[in-house]
């Protein structure tokens, strides 16, 4: 089985902080996404990468920026936390774009800006 | 950007009911999928689906691809209080690259 994992499952920052979260996927998978989840709002689509070095923004890009240095970790930046980026974060990965591979989605960090 | 309806928006059935939800978008779709999020835990895939009319079975659940490749729905038949958690559909447009959600169903099973 493919593993999704996310270095926080909480984390509570001051707003103005640098914030990472980061994830890591074990099964070679292509690409890799960052969606951020909200009540009522479903899933909305930061950042993704299709390749290592490679990014394209989502719907929702700013106040964020990513880094994919190394094909199975895909990073996601706060420069400057603020309180409306209090949401649960998700990071998924997929197999290849073409096939229209299925996402593999880890456990979620819910990050509190303060 | 393209955009999905998913409805309904949350249901409360009795434990034996069975359920249905479905999405609606403007947009083609060449994969139409649907997962399943658990309380605290990050949406895991129940079925995926990617032929236009494609009808398929995962135990109690059915999802159907629809003719138009425009919509998709989900039945799940005599619920039972684990089948309690958020369903999404999915789209995936193969030359976007990425998928496309809906909101979700809050689904609530009374024993």
């Known amino acids: 089985d493919v593993k999704v994992t996310q270095s926080s499952r909480y984390l509570v920052k001051r707003t103005g902080e640098k914030v990472f979260l980061e994830c890591v996927q074990d099964?070679?998978?292509?690409?890799m996404f960052w969606y951020r989840q909200d009540p009522g709002l479903g899933l909305r689509l930061i950042y993704f990468s299709y390749d290592v070095k490679m990014k394209e923004k989502g719907d929702i890009p700013e106040g964020y920026s990513v880094s994919r240095e190394k094909k199975e970790r895909f990073s996601l930046i706060l420069e400057s936390a603020s309180t409306n980026q209090t949401s649960m974060y998700l990071c998924?990965?997929?197999?290849?774009?073409?096939?229209?591979?299925?996402?593999?989605f880890g456990n979620g960090t819910r990050l509190t800006v303060t | 950007g393209q955009q999905l309806n998913q409805s309904p928006q949350s249901m409360f059935i009795q434990e034996g009911e069975d359920v249905s939800m479905n999405c609606t978008s403007s947009?083609?779709?060449?994969?139409w999928l649907w997962y399943k999020q658990d309380p605290g835990e990050g949406p895991v895939l129940l079925i995926a689906?990617?032929?236009?009319?494609e009808l398929t079975s995962n135990g109690r659940l059915t999802a159907q691809f629809g003719i138009t490749r425009k919509d998709s729905f989900l039945n799940i038949s005599a619920s039972i209080p684990s089948d309690v958690g958020i369903y999404f559909c999915?789209?995936?447009?193969?030359?976007?690259?990425?998928?496309?959600f809906g909101d979700g169903t809050t689904l609530t099973v009374k024993p």
């Open positions: 689906l990617y032929k236009a009319g």
């Open positions: 947009s083609i779709f060449n994969t």
């Open positions: 099964m070679d998978h292509e690409n």
């Open positions: 999915a789209g995936i447009n193969t030359n976007a690259g990425k998928s496309t």
């Open positions: 998924a990965s997929s197999l290849r774009t073409s096939e229209g591979s299925p996402l593999h």
